[in-house]
């Protein structure tokens, strides 16, 4: 599902970061640990072709990431791949139900009819369909988030600091909802993160070295 | 979810923005609207009304309060024509017609004018029922005056002295109502129609004058039971059509060498009165493009504004999968909607300017004009509110289009 061999990238002014190479297969997970600036929200970005002007190659599902035009990466990334941050992620004029409509609306693919049900069901989010998203609490804005992302039915699932925000409950609540959603549409997941609570979750680790 | 709900709800969540810019713009269109309305209808009237009237003889004085009192029936009289001499002009070779008016009464500011039936010919009057005036003190109404008299066929009523409501009453003769017009679309609808004689009567004038009546004189050409030549009576004006173009050389400079008399062009004095009228019409429509164009900016604050604390949400939608032309395209049909708001609420508020004025002021009632129309300008109003909104949106897109959304995300 997800290739990354030689890449580096380098930000003006700044010594170019290396990256280990690795490979994802279907519905693996992967933690990706580092200290802050040692290029982990860099690399979900470059993964998720968010930043270009990178060396070396990255796949996804198949598809080379590297030399794609920015509206390309659009599509890839509609289709192929969800995203999670840390917060503040929900547009805030929208209600729950919105916010999961618009992911099949920005990416311009059809949901299905009862995909959205179905999704706010499995994440207990259906009680909530209808309430703003300023309305609703850290944890359950979180579950939009996955809701959102796994929507789809991406091939990866890019988490950036989804748990840190949140208490020890929640934290392991929201790490056990993504995982199922992710398990069961077979989607790879990277999250990246400095979360100690999560190391023992997912076993499959990903170092990144801070270059400084 | 598409792109209307997506717009809605962003409006919605600055509901006061929203409707501060909309109602800045409204204000601004409203006005242009009220202004079209009443220039263009105003204008239509005013030819419509003085159509086939070529010349107005008056005595002498202000010739627009003559062309505005003898025509369009809203200023008073400059004063009265001695019979004799308005014969003389209606004799003139090139005079085709020659139609008299007496004024001096009114019923409830519903002007009584004493005439003779090519008066009403020449707006192609028709009676709804009845039968014109014919007999001293019979009365023809015209649509309007009908319908908010109540009067019908058969009724009777007192004058009030005087061209406005709430004169003396000439409580010892009464008015007959014979016949009632219908609906012309002019002044005419505002107006009681009566003889020359009948108004006479009422001023008590009747007396004074010498009739035909098997006697030898010879009658009056203006007014038939009248001998000719009877310069002890007055009319207050003459309406008259030429003969010839050659008339609208001739007449005007031979009426006004009579020391009485005058002489006043209803083509001319109208577009004096535009010119005169333009120049406050002008003047109010700078005000407007002066508010729609604070308008505009606010416009285009407000979306800039917004648009700096939703750098984030674009940049997450992008995440999502949207295409930078998607999100360009949001951001112009903000702005659009925004203008488009606005400008629908302006005309309906012109609209509705136009319809309560109608209803609080009687002279604006009585000159027919009305707020159920739909002007061309008005599209052109609408059409030009969509480009308001897209140049108003322009640099806010420019922006979202070269949003680099990694740092975004990554700076929050």
């Known amino acids: ?212 | 979810m598409n792109l209307g709900i997506l717009v809605w709800s962003y409006l919605k969540a600055k509901p006061l923005n929203t409707a501060l810019n909309s109602l800045l713009l409204a204000l601004g269109i409203s006005v242009i609207v009220v202004l079209i309305l009443f220039s263009r209808q105003v204008e239509e009237k005013i030819q419509s009304n003085a159509k086939g009237i070529d010349l107005v003889v008056g005595a002498k004085g202000s010739p627009l309060q003559l062309i505005l009192c003898t025509i369009f029936h809203i200023d008073f009289p400059t004063g009265n024509i001695n019979l004799a001499e308005a014969e003389k002009i209606a004799r003139h070779r090139l005079v085709k017609k020659a139609i008299p008016m007496a004024l001096g009464d009114s019923y409830q500011a519903y002007r009584i004018i004493g005439t003779n039936r090519d008066y009403p010919a020449l707006y192609n009057a028709e009676l709804n029922e009845g039968k014109w005036f014919e007999k001293e003190l019979d009365v023809t109404l015209g649509a309007q005056v009908a319908a908010l008299t109540g009067f019908s066929v058969g009724d009777t009523f007192a004058s009030a002295h005087g061209l406005s409501a709430g004169g003396h009453e000439h409580e010892e003769h009464d008015f007959v109502v014979v016949g009632i017009m219908k609906p012309t679309g002019s002044v005419l609808d505002n107006l009681i129609l009566t003889s020359v004689e009948s108004v006479w009567k009422v001023h008590d004038l009747a007396i004074d004058y010498i009739s035909v009546g098997d006697t030898t004189q010879k009658a009056s050409t203006l007014v038939p039971t009248v001998a000719a030549g009877d310069s002890t009576i007055e009319l207050t004006s003459l309406l008259l059509q030429y003969r010839s173009p050659m008339g609208a050389i001739q007449l005007p400079r031979y009426v006004n060498q009579q020391s009485s008399l005058q002489a006043a062009s209803p083509a001319f004095e109208t577009a004096r009165l535009f010119t005169i009228l333009g120049v406050g019409v002008d003047a109010l429509m700078v005000l407007a493009y002066v508010l729609i164009f604070i308008s505009a900016i606010s416009i285009f604050i407000a979306l800039y504004n917004s648009l700096k604390e939703r750098r984030f949400d674009l940049a997450i939608m992008r995440t999502m999968g949207a295409t930078r032309l998607k999100l360009v395209f949001t951001i112009l049909a903000e702005g659009i909607s925004l203008t488009l708001v606005g400008t629908v609420a302006g005309i309906f508020l012109g609209h509705a300017v136009v319809w309560s004025m109608g209803l609080l002021i009687e002279e604006i009632h009585k000159t027919g004009i009305t707020s159920f129309v739909l002007y061309q300008e008005e599209w052109i109003i609408l059409a030009g509110s969509l480009l308001l909104g897209v140049l108003c949106a322009c640099i806010p897109a420019w922006q979202v289009y070269r949003t680099d959304i990694s740092k975004v995300l990554a700076g929050n």
């Not at chain 1, 061999?5 to 003006?12: D, R």
């Not at chain 1, 198949?62 to 995203?83: P, V």
């Not at chain 1, 934290?171 to 999250?191: D, P």
């Open chain 1, 1 to 212: 599902m997800v290739a990354v061999k030689n890449l580096s990238f380098s930000y003006p002014h700044a010594k170019p970061i290396l990256f280990p190479d690795f490979e994802l297969g279907n519905g693996e997970h992967v933690l990706l640990l580092g200290d802050s600036g040692s290029g982990k929200t860099t690399l979900l970005h470059i993964l998720g072709g968010l930043l270009r002007g990178y060396t070396g190659s990255v796949m996804i599902d198949g598809t080379e990431l590297s030399g794609r035009s920015e509206q390309e990466l659009d599509h890839l990334r509609g289709q192929k791949i969800g995203f999670v941050f840390q917060r503040n992620h929900l547009i805030s004029s929208l209600t729950v139900k919105q916010n999961l409509q618009l992911a099949p609306y920005l990416a311009g693919v059809s949901a299905g009819p009862d995909r959205i049900d179905e999704v706010l069901a499995h994440l207990s989010l259906t009680n909530q369909q209808n309430r703003s998203v300023l309305e609703i609490s850290q944890g359950q804005a979180q579950r939009v988030a996955i809701a959102r992302a796994v929507l789809n039915r991406p091939s990866v699932i890019l988490a950036d600091e989804p748990t840190s925000a949140l208490d020890d409950k929640n934290c392991e609540r929201v790490i056990n909802l993504l995982l199922q959603a992710a398990s069961e549409t077979k989607t790879a997941l990277v999250v990246a993160t400095h979360d100690q609570r999560l190391k023992s979750i997912i076993p499959k680790h990903i170092f990144l070295n801070s270059t400084t």
